[in-house]
């Protein structure tokens, strides 16, 4: 298996843009999840799914931030407009369903620059 | 609420010493799952143990070593021998087995970056 896919591996964009953020999970997994990583915060969860239907949101910081996930094997963090402090880290993260606890399998991360 | 602090912000040995990274946590659960992962220079996030409440026999896997200590809460991660491909950061993270969340929502401690010196 090829593991959690993320794209781009690193977005360098000018403040106002939209930027999408491109997850593919390991197939078979029911779960999926978003997180992002700063210095300041360390490692906070944004969103994650179930069978593809967004379960808790509430760590998403703002309405500039929407997460779809319209199939078993695709999702998307959009954030729209970019600022300069959402320059992080973005992780995606698959586990096989709500519930088990096996521990996440992360992707690479994609580092994202909002100039 | 549930809590992970690793108190040690950066540690730096010579290589083949041996290190210990610290972690304490706080939960309110009796059933909870402990994890500890490494994040290298290059970015990625690496699984490298999980443990779950009620299994606090200690761990080996070649170089790595995992102390669970319920009665202090605490889930320290040994590294004897430490080589410079050892280095990264290294988080101690908690998921709670409660109805609430699934035990989905990990909460991550602050990580500890660990520099192996040649």
């Known amino acids: 298996d090829a593991g959690v896919i993320q794209s781009p591996r690193h977005e360098v964009t000018e403040m106002g843009q939209e930027v999408t953020l491109r997850c593919k999970p390991i197939?078979?997994?029911?779960?999926l999840f978003w997180y992002r990583q700063t210095m300041m915060r360390g490692l906070e969860l944004l969103i994650y799914?179930?069978?593809?239907?967004?379960?808790?949101d509430s760590g998403m910081p703002e309405d500039r931030f929407s997460a779809k996930m319209p199939n078993a094997s695709f999702s998307t963090l959009k954030i729209q407009p970019s600022e300069p402090r959402d320059s992080a880290v973005y992780f995606c993260a698959s586990s096989p369903w709500l519930g088990r606890i096996d521990g996440y399998t992360f992707g690479s991360g994609t580092r994202l620059t909002v100039v | 609420a549930q809590k992970v602090t690793q108190a040690q912000t950066e540690i730096s040995v010579v290589e083949k010493e041996d290190v210990t990274l610290d972690c304490v946590y706080e939960?309110?659960?009796?059933?909870?799952?402990l994890f500890w992962y490494k994040q290298p220079p290059s970015g990625e996030l690496v699984f490298l143990i999980r443990?779950?409440?009620?299994?606090?026999q200690n761990e080996i896997s070649g170089r790595y070593s995992w102390n669970f200590q319920k009665s202090t809460s605490s889930f320290n991660f040994t590294i004897t021998a430490s080589q410079v491909v050892d280095s990264a950061v290294y988080f101690c993270a908690l998921s709670e087995d409660s109805p609430d969340n699934y035990g989905q929502n990990f909460v991550f401690g602050p990580g500890t970056r660990l520099s192996v010196l040649p």
């Open positions: 197939s078979g997994h029911n779960s």
């Open positions: 443990r779950n409440s009620f299994d606090e």
């Open positions: 799914f179930n069978n593809n239907v967004p379960i808790d």
């Open positions: 939960t309110r659960d009796t059933t909870y799952y």
